[in-house]
C-alpha cells in the first residue's frame, strides 16, 4: 500500500533513543487517513513514537463492506529501503510489481516484498471479490547494510501457527515459542498474529531485548492489563520475558517486535533514505520512469509522486 498524504513532510525514524528500555504502556491514537475511498488509521508512524524495532509503518483498515465498491486500489507506486508486509483479516487483493511478480493474497497469507534499491507494485481487490475487507499495512526498515538488497517478492500461504488454550498465533516473520516464519528479515525482529478465543487468558513468550508494540484488529482485549478497543495500539517497551494477553470476546491482535533499530532514517512518501539529496533522486528517478521498473499487467496511469516539502528536515526528539 502507499502513503497517499498528498502533502508528506520528512520524517527522521529510528535511533536507539527512540526505544524504551523497560516495560511501559503508551497507547497510541491512531491518525485517520484517507487511500482512495478507504479509510485507514495509521499507528506508525505516531506523534509519540515513530518505530517499533524495524516497524516503521502500520495502516490497520476495515472491516469495510465493499460489496459494491472496487474496494482496494492502489495504482503503481515506488518503495525503497524498506519490506512491506501485507495481512488480510478478510478480502482478496492482487498483487503486481516491477519484478513481475502477480499473486492474489488471501486472509492469514503473508505477502512480504522487499524493495532494496527500488521497486513498484499496486495492489487492488479482486473481481469479483469478498464482501468484507479487513487487514493492514506494514513496513519493516532495511538496515544499511541490506538496504541495496536485490528486489524480491515473497508469498507465504502456510506459515507456521503456534497454538495454546485460548490462542492460536500465526508468526508471520521472526519466531514466537521456537515456530519460525519462512519470510526473509534483515533485522532481528517479530510479527505474529494472535487469534483469542473469548475468555482467553494466556501468557505469551516475548523476548527481553527486543520492544514490542500490540494493534487490536478486532474484539476487545487486555494486553498487559491495559484495555484495547479494534483499531487501537498499545506501545509496550522491552524488558519483558512474557506477554499477559486476556480475550473479553473473540479477538484478534497483531504483535510486532524487535531489536530497537539503531540507525537514523528519513522516511517521505513511499521512500526511506538516509539523507534528503537521496530521496530527491528517487523522486526523480520514479517520476522519469527509472531504476523502479514497470508494473506489468496493470490497466491505468502510475501514481505520480507529491511535492518535496519546501521545508528541509528537521531532527525531532523521541515524543515529537
Ligand atoms: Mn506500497
Redesign the pocket.
Known amino acids: 500500500?502507499?502513503d497517499l498524504d498528498l502533502k508528506p513532510g520528512f520524517r527522521e525514524c529510528g535511533g536507539r533513543g527512540d526505544a524504551s528500555g523497560r516495560p511501559v504502556r503508551e497507547l497510541l491514537d491512531p491518525r485517520e487517513a484517507s487511500l482512495g475511498r478507504t479509510v485507514v488509521r495509521r499507528l506508525l508512524p505516531n506523534l509519540g513514537r515513530r518505530m517499533v524495532g524495524a516497524w516503521c509503518f502500520v495502516d490497520h483498515y476495515g472491516p469495510d463492506d465493499i460489496a459494491d465498491e472496487p474496494g482496494m486500489q492502489?495504482p503503481p507506486?515506488p518503495?525503497m529501503g524498506l519490506q512491506?508486509v501485507s495481512w488480510l483479516h478478510e478480502g482478496e487483493v492482487l498483487h503486481r510489481d516491477s519484478v513481475g511478480s502477480v499473486r492474489v493474497l488471501r486472509p492469514r497469507q503473508l505477502g512480504l516484498?522487499t524493495s532494496g534499491r527500488g521497486i513498484a507494485?499496486s495492489?487492488q481487490s479482486t473481481v469479483p471479490h469478498p464482501r468484507l475487507l479487513h487487514g493492514a499495512?506494514l513496513w519493516v526498515a532495511l538496515p544499511d547494510v541490506h538496504r541495496n538488497a536485490v528486489p524480491a517478492f515473497e508469498h507465504h500461504a502456510d506459515l507456521p501457527v503456534v497454538t495454546a488454550p485460548g490462542l492460536a498465533a500465526t508468526v508471520l516473520l521472526g519466531a514466537v515459542d521456537g515456530a519460525v516464519s519462512p519470510g526473509t528479515t534483515y533485522t532481528p525482529l517479530v510479527g505474529a498474529d494472535l487469534a483469542l478465543t473469548d475468555g482467553a487468558d494466556v501468557r505469551l513468550p516475548v523476548e527481553r531485548d527486543f520492544e514490542y508494540a500490540v494493534l487490536t484488529m478486532s474484539g476487545v482485549t487486555e494486553v498487559d492489563g491495559v484495555r484495547l478497543a479494534p483499531g487501537s495500539m498499545l506501545y509496550l517497551g522491552s524488558g519483558r520475558t512474557e506477554l499477559p494477553l486476556r480475550a473479553l470476546g473473540d479477538a484478534g491482535l497483531l504483535l510486532l517486535g524487535g531489536e530497537p533499530f539503531e540507525e537514523k532514517l528519513i522516511m517521505w512518501w513511499?521512500l526511506i533514505g538516509r539523507t534528503q539529496e537521496e530521496i530527491t533522486e528517487a523522486r526523480e528517478a520514479w517520476m522519469s520512469g527509472d531504476r523502479f521498473g514497470t508494473v506489468q499487467g496493470y490497466d491505468g496511469v502510475p501514481m505520480p509522486a507529491p511535492a518535496l516539502p519546501a521545508t528541509p528536515l528537521k531532527p525531532r526528539g523521541r515524543t515529537r
Open positions: 500500500m502507499s492502489v507506486h518503495h512491506t516484498m507494485h495492489e499495512q513511499n
